[in-house]
């Protein structure tokens, strides 16, 4: 069961960290992890992924945002600087066995965790 915490209230321009645990340690090796953020105007969007090769993050938050795992505690990490007002909703941990931007395409969901970012 993957678990999401780290989100909250923020203004304009500060930072959060969000943490995801409870996917298995042999996922390491053949899963693509990864976040995406849904709001009631533009539903679900893939934000970053990783997998055993590397990771990407998407043209919205490239620059700002960034992904990493730690292997040893099986945590996946997000982590948001410089936040937007625009950046506003639900982030999801999501898994699945390839990485896509689809994000009907996932298997595994955690239950979100809220940023909310004022101006």
């Known amino acids: 069961q993957l678990t999401e915490s780290g989100g909250a209230s923020v203004q304009t321009g500060g930072s959060l960290r969000l943490s995801c645990v409870g996917w298995?340690?042999?996922?390491?090796?053949?899963?693509?992890l990864g976040w995406s953020r849904q709001d009631p105007g533009r539903g679900r969007q893939i934000v970053a992924v990783i997998d055993e090769d590397g990771w990407i993050v998407e043209d919205p938050w490239k620059g700002r945002f960034a992904i990493s795992r730690d292997d040893a505690t099986t945590t996946l990490y997000l982590q948001m600087n410089n936040l937007k007002v625009d950046d506003t909703g639900m982030y999801y941990c999501?898994?699945?066995?390839?990485?896509?931007?689809?994000?009907?395409?996932?298997?595994?969901w955690g239950q979100g965790t809220q940023v909310t970012v004022s101006p």
């Open positions: 298995p340690a042999t996922w390491k090796d053949n899963y693509c």
């Open positions: 999501v898994a699945d066995s390839v990485c896509t931007w689809n994000s009907q395409n996932w298997d595994y």
